[in-house]
């Protein structure tokens, strides 16, 4: 398949209807933070013809291909190969103050899951790599050879909500005494041999190890945790944003962010409500949108999707 075929964005008109309102107006910017293979940036640039588009990726293969995909809107298309917890800085580079709307797709790409060399499934042998970005140096590999059992168990735990967290973490520490472990079925088969009958009938064993393996060197909750508040901070009154999480950890840092932002911060018993403690934002979803059926036969991928968005009604401050 070519990359236009592996890559179906998730809920597409959905995201684009939702930001519709903000990224319509006259000389709107819309910053896409995950911009992946840009299949919801160039839907964006199609339907809105003053829109510019500054789109944010960490892997040099996904901006490549976005490159390639956005030529034809020539210099409405802005691409910075960044984290998105830079926010601030790739907009000051850019000379630009607030945007209009921002776009979060959360988690793995299409690309990255389907390029087997980059290790990030557990149904496929491939090196133990694991990086979104591939000029970074910390690797899944690194991770299994370096980490303490204590840590591993940490992660495992605390990334993966994996239950056998200590029994896989012990069995990795052990075997790699033996033999450096440095493909993915080495690890899937070393987790499954450790694994009850029983668990294992209940969903893939490795499923929950890889996730917090890849969490763990992409630092995604940590980089997520500044990202929301700064985008937040740097949208327009009026403007809007749009996330889509993959996975409950993920979610829970998006919500918890935005009910901060959508409720009054006056003191409990104060007579009157000031106009500096009004909430900046008012959700746009009530709780987290889900796929439909629909979607979710024609799109797996977009089968654990939590949609969650918010309009800026005021400036902070």
């Given at each position: ?117 980059r ?6 042998d ?30 495992f ?8 967290a ?18 993915s ?115 797996p ?17």
């Open positions: 398949m070519n990359d236009n075929q592996i890559h179906i964005p998730v809920l597409l008109n959905r995201c684009v209807d939702l930001l519709a309102p903000a990224i319509s107006r006259p000389g709107a910017v819309l910053v896409d933070a995950t911009l992946g293979m840009a299949g919801h940036a160039e839907a964006c640039l199609e339907r809105f013809a003053d829109l510019t588009l500054v789109g944010f990726d960490r892997d040099p293969d996904a901006l490549e291909i976005a490159r390639n995909r956005l030529a034809r809107f020539g210099d409405r298309v802005h691409l910075v190969h960044t984290v998105y917890d830079q926010i601030r800085p790739a907009l000051n580079g850019l000379g630009m103050t607030q945007v209009d709307g921002f776009l979060f797709d959360l988690g793995v790409s299409s690309l990255q899951l389907d390029r087997v060399d290790g990030f499934s557990y149904s496929k491939a090196p133990l790599d694991m990086r979104m970005d591939t000029t970074s140096e910390l690797t899944a590999e690194r991770v299994i050879a370096e980490y303490s059992a204590n840590d591993l168990r940490r992660i735990k605390d990334y993966g909500e994996e239950r056998l200590g029994r896989y973490a012990d069995q990795i520490v052990q075997n790699r005494e033996l033999q450096p472990i440095k493909r079925a080495q690890l899937v088969d070393l987790i499954t041999a450790v694994t009850p009958v029983v668990v294992q009938r209940n969903g893939h064993p490795a499923k929950r190890v890889f996730q917090a393996l890849r969490i763990e060197v992409n630092q995604e909750l940590a980089v997520l945790e500044r990202a929301i508040p700064s985008a937040l901070d740097n949208l327009s009154v009026d403007g809007r944003i749009v996330v889509m999480a993959y996975q409950s950890l993920e979610d829970r840092i998006v919500k918890k962010e935005l009910a901060s932002r959508t409720v009054s911060s006056a003191p409990l018993g104060l007579p009157v409500e000031l106009p500096q403690h009004r909430p900046e934002y008012s959700l746009l979803v009530r709780g987290a949108e889900l796929a439909d059926d629909i979607e979710k036969a024609q799109n991928r977009a089968t654990p999707v939590r949609l969650r968005a918010a309009l800026r009604i005021r400036q902070a401050g």
